[in-house]
């Protein structure tokens, strides 16, 4: 059973960082790309940040260049998002996808595995 664990999560002060994990278990996803999206409450799954299959191109929302890394351990089969300098407005669900396409796409419908979401909640 393929299944994507984000983990990581937590309530953190305006302007600190944390770091958010997503393992995959059930089969390798190194050759898939991988991507990071978050859901406020109210509104629209949105892109956040993408990897290539081998970490080579980045892609990322305009709303967190700068303040956020994404990363990738082939070898654990695991993606990471570094959030730094976070804001009230990061707060959402964070969740991780795994898509079997050549490139990163930014779109949810280009991927094909989901996790189950992980709650960032940034306080003022």
């Known amino acids: 059973q393929v299944q994507l664990v984000e983990s990581g999560g937590g309530l953190v002060q305006a302007g600190g960082p944390l770091r958010l994990s997503c393992a995959a278990s059930?089969?390798?996803?190194?050759?898939?790309?991988r991507g990071w999206f978050r859901q406020a409450p109210g509104k629209e799954r949105e892109f956040v940040a993408a990897i290539s299959w081998s970490g080579g191109s980045t892609y990322y929302a305009d709303s967190v260049k700068g303040r956020f890394t994404i990363s990738r351990d082939n070898a654990k089969n695991t993606v990471y998002l570094q959030m730094n300098s976070l804001k009230p407005e990061d707060t959402a669900v964070y969740y991780c996808?795994?898509?079997?396409?050549?490139?990163?796409?930014?779109?949810?419908?280009?991927?094909?595995?989901w996790g189950q979401g992980t709650q960032v909640t940034v306080s003022s």
């Open positions: 059930g089969r390798t996803f190194s050759s898939y790309a």
């Open positions: 996808a795994a898509s079997s396409r050549d490139y990163a796409p930014i779109r949810p419908i280009r991927y094909d595995y």
